[in-house]
Nanobody, 120 residues
Framework: VSVIERGGGSVQTGGSLRLSCAAA????????MGWFRQVPDKEYEFVAA????????TYGDSVQGRFTISRQKGKNLVFLQMNDLRPEDTGVYYC??????????????RGQGTQVTVSS
C-alpha cells in the first residue's frame, strides 16, 4: 500500500497549515484514513480519522475544534486543515490508511511522515 503525504512546514502560533494524504493499492480500494503525530520526547498521539464514506470523523482531544479532517468523495485522498496552531502541535505527522473501514491504528499502513513546526 502506498501512502503519500504532502504539506507541513513551519508557522507561527495561531497560523494554519493543510496536510493532504493519498493511499493507493491494487488489492484494497477503500481505506479509513487519518493522522497520528509524534511530538518530541512523547509517544504517538492520535490526531484525526475519517471513514471511507466521509460520514464518520473522530478527533483527538487536543485538536478538537481546531483541526478539520475531510476527504474527496469516493477516493482515498484526505485533507487535514489545521487552524489556530500552537507550539505543542509541533511534531511529525504520519498519515495512516486502514482497509478495515473502522479505525486507524499504528499498525495501519503508514506514510513517511511530514514535519510540522509551530513557533511561539
Amino acid at each position: 500500500v502506498s501512502v503519500i503525504e504532502r504539506g507541513g512546514g513551519s508557522v507561527q502560533t495561531g497560523g494554519s497549515l493543510r496536510l493532504s494524504c493519498a493511499a493507493a493499492d491494487r488489492t484494497f480500494t477503500r481505506f479509513t484514513m487519518g493522522w497520528f503525530r509524534q511530538v518530541p520526547d512523547k509517544e504517538y498521539e492520535f490526531v484525526a480519522a475519517i471513514s471511507f464514506s466521509g460520514e464518520i470523523m473522530t478527533y483527538g482531544d487536543s485538536v478538537q475544534g481546531r483541526f478539520t479532517i475531510s476527504r474527496q468523495k469516493g477516493k482515498n485522498l484526505v485533507f487535514l486543515q489545521m487552524n489556530d496552531l500552537r507550539p505543542e502541535d509541533t511534531g511529525v505527522y504520519y498519515c495512516l490508511a486502514d482497509p478495515s473501514e473502522s479505525t486507524i491504528s499504528l499498525t495501519s499502513f503508514r506514510g513517511q511522515g511530514t514535519q510540522v513546526t509551530v513557533s511561539s
